[in-house]
């Protein structure tokens, strides 16, 4: 089993910060790289950020400047640092990780179960 733990949502004013954590738990062998994912409200669910395990982040364009992404290789934890919120990034942020569980399966991808984010103007 392998569990991502998602923390750190909440209501903040426009301006505002957030950070958002997450840590994947259970039989993991080896993680290739962990991201954060958003879905608005009649939206499709898109790329936040992402980092791999040598440290390379891949931003959307949406949240270049603002948002930063960070990991912990020994703690396999993931961490996004959001800065100068808008209303529109208000969403369900999910973690996401694409991991091993043994030296000779192929990565797969797991999601965490998402945390609110509720940015007002």
């Known amino acids: 089993q392998v569990q991502l733990v998602e923390s750190g949502g909440g209501l903040v004013q426009a301006g505002g910060s957030l950070r958002l954590s997450c840590a994947a738990s259970g039989s993991i062998f080896s993680i290739n790289a962990m991201g954060w994912y958003r879905q608005a409200p009649g939206k499709q669910r898109e790329l936040v950020a992402a980092?791999?395990?040598?440290?390379?982040?891949n931003y959307a364009d949406s949240v270049k400047g603002r948002f930063t992404i960070s990991g912990d290789n020994a703690k396999n934890t993931v961490y996004l640092q959001m800065n100068s919120l808008k209303p529109e990034d208000t969403a369900v942020y999910y973690c996401n990780a694409d991991l091993r569980r043994s030296s000779w399966s192929r990565p797969s991808r797991y999601w965490g179960q998402g945390t609110q984010v509720t940015v007002s103007s």
């Open positions: 980092i791999t395990a040598g440290g390379s982040t």
